[in-house]
DNA sequence: TAAAAATAGTTAGCTAAACAACTATTTTTT
DNA sequence: AAAAAATAGTTGTTTAGCTAACTATTTTTA
């Protein structure tokens, strides 16, 4: 039966973490979703940094990157600049507006990551993360 | 850093596993998506199935449920009628073009289990089920 | 039995993933 | 210096997931 196969296991439970992730951020009245806050996560981190570069970080193609940057440009979360020496890069910064809103969200994204995550041994934790990345390994050959 | 969180694992292992399972498919010249065959699998092993029963076994939601029926239906892999008892619901067969594929895709779904799972232990398997469901359980309290 | 509630399915609108094709620069090669 | 290749980003198309709103039946209940 297909609820004994891991990957649709894998599967399922990312997309109950997207859920119950945006759902809580839905509660506190928050208007973006869990992925452009990882983006604008590492805009906060990263002064001046450019779309291809969180696109390494976050294992995301061009498009994808492109477009979630241009929605958080939308919503005013971060500034968007043609780079003066390569004007083929974009460098990104966080605004006011993104700056208030990480701080914001700070303890909000760690209760949710404490829901799921609060009674896995620090064993299981391991063993999680070392058993995802020999799956993941194993479909990169 | 965001690669050592366990929801970002996850959520990236679901996105290679799909990732090369597609691919898989695509370089044997099959025309129809991972999401779609295990929606075509269900079909062909319950027999005047309708769409609330296949979303409950695949977890996913009614619209979603009804584009898929609604492409292998276009493809002509299964035939879709209404109840002569209900008229609200569907009964859903395969055909015999999509028997021919079910056929042709089991050994080539096969392969693409066996090439991420394959090195793991009886222990890992049962591992990570358990860690998948306890991550489930508390997201879903 | 008539009204209300439940059920099955569809449609519309949005985001994200993946791919291909495209523009516009910058760098490399010859 | 001119042509070719590489790089950064955008746009278009398709599929899937999610929510909300909708139609059309069937079942419940008052």
Known sequence: MIHNNI???????????????????????????IEQWLVLNIINENEAINQISIGEKL???????????????????????????????????????????????????EEIRLTGLSELSKKETESIESILKKIRNKLSD
Chains 1, 2 share one sequence.
């Open 7 to 33: 990957y649709f296991q894998i599967e399922l439970t990312a997309r109950k973490i997207r859920q119950y992730g945006q759902n809580v951020l839905k509660q506190h009245g928050i208007d973006i979703t």
């Open 59 to 109: 294992v995301k193609d061009k498009p994808t990157i492109s477009r979630m940057v241009n929605q958080l440009n939308k919503k005013e979360f971060i500034i968007k600049t043609t780079s003066a020496t390569d004007s083929r890069n974009v460098e990104l910064s966080i605004s006011k507006k993104g700056e208030d809103l990480i701080k914001k969200l700070y303890p909000i994204i």
